[in-house]
């Protein structure tokens, strides 16, 4: 005999797509918000990305011990977009720790791919957060366009989240664009979405996530706000296009292994994403709440998807 013959159990769905074939979908998808960044920020954004994406490979290679540094292309997914939720010019130290971290620890100590119950990048974010939240803060840079070769040391500015005032000093068209404070996959909502089109199109998301997700923020910054941005329509508006909302909602949470599997469940999930970060914005401590919002939901999905898997067909109720 071959050895050729494997038994599953069904239902048998075949098709040509890979783990590898999804992760490339979801780099060509941040090509746009990483040219931007570059654009927006310098060298200093590329040196970030480049820097988190081959600590990332290194690290899943090391720990898989497989000199394949690309593999099933993840560890790139997850390294870049760790370096989408940081600020430019960080210590580099800073950038491989959160990767190796993302990595280390947000992924492999679950047993690699499809075992992690976190979003890895965002794994790495908080512990970069928690354990060096000084340095993130006092790395917020104004953007100069095109200052390749120019040093941005002083040039710090606040973000828009971090109070009234920052929020009124820019407006929605530099939210929307980009030309404004804040980490590198965060500025541009265009990019965002501009990249987001691809993987509508490839059916590697739906609505249903980020759909919810920006819809919950924009009601709750609207009617819940205080119309601190002009009046209560363009408040909810200021925070779906602040921060970090739309990278969350269209990168983040739609991850395939740390989100629900059905379509109530999907509902449900980004409604609690935009449902906490809302929360945090608003009545919490920190300006911003989108990556633990995202995470608190990733520690839900196996009761939510235990509570809204259809009913398997033929099947009755019981009378006793």
Not at 129 to 135: K, L, M, P
Not at 227 to 244: E, I, K, N, P, R
Not at 291 to 302: D, H, R, Y
Request: charged share 10%; hydrophobic share 55%.
């Amino acid at each position: 005999m071959s050895g050729n013959l494997v038994s599953t159990s069904s239902p048998h769905i075949k098709t040509e797509e890979t783990v590898r074939s999804v992760m490339v979908d979801v780099l060509i998808a941040l090509f746009p918000v990483a040219v931007v960044s570059v654009a927006i920020f310098g060298y200093h954004a590329l040196v970030t990305m480049i820097i988190s994406i081959i600590v990332a490979m290194v690290t899943e290679a090391a720990c898989k011990r497989k000199f394949d540094l690309f593999g099933d292309g993840s560890a790139a997914v997850t390294g870049l977009l760790l370096a989408m939720t940081l600020p430019p010019a960080l210590p580099w130290w800073v950038i491989a720790s959160g990767s190796f971290f993302a990595i280390a620890i947000g992924k492999m100590a679950f047993g690699g791919t499809g075992n992690n119950i976190f979003n890895p990048a965002l794994v790495g974010r908080a512990l970069l957060v928690a354990s060096w939240g000084g340095i993130l803060a006092d790395k917020w840079y104004f953007p100069q366009p095109f200052e390749f070769g120019v040093d941005i040391t002083g040039t710090t500015a606040a973000t828009p989240l971090m109070g009234e005032t920052e929020a009124m000093g820019v407006t929605l068209e530099q939210l929307f664009i980009g030309n404004m404070a804040g980490s590198m996959g965060e500025t541009s909502a265009l990019a965002l979405l501009v990249g987001s089109i691809w993987l509508f199109y490839k059916k590697q998301i739906d609505w249903r996530i980020p759909g919810s997700f920006i819809l919950i923020v924009f009601l709750m910054g609207a009617l819940l706000g205080g119309g601190m941005y002009h009046d209560h329509l363009t408040t909810g508006l200021f925070h779906v296009l602040a921060g970090g909302v739309m990278l969350g909602a269209l990168f983040m949470a739609t991850d395939m292994v740390t989100s629900p599997v059905t379509p109530l469940g999907k509902i449900i999930f980004g409604v609690g994403c935009g449902f906490l970060t809302m929360a945090i914005r608003l009545y919490g401590t920190l300006p911003e709440g989108v990556f633990f919002a995202i995470l608190i939901m990733n520690g839900l999905v196996p009761l939510i998807d235990h509570f809204t898997v259809p009913r398997k067909f033929g099947e009755v109720k019981s009378n006793a």
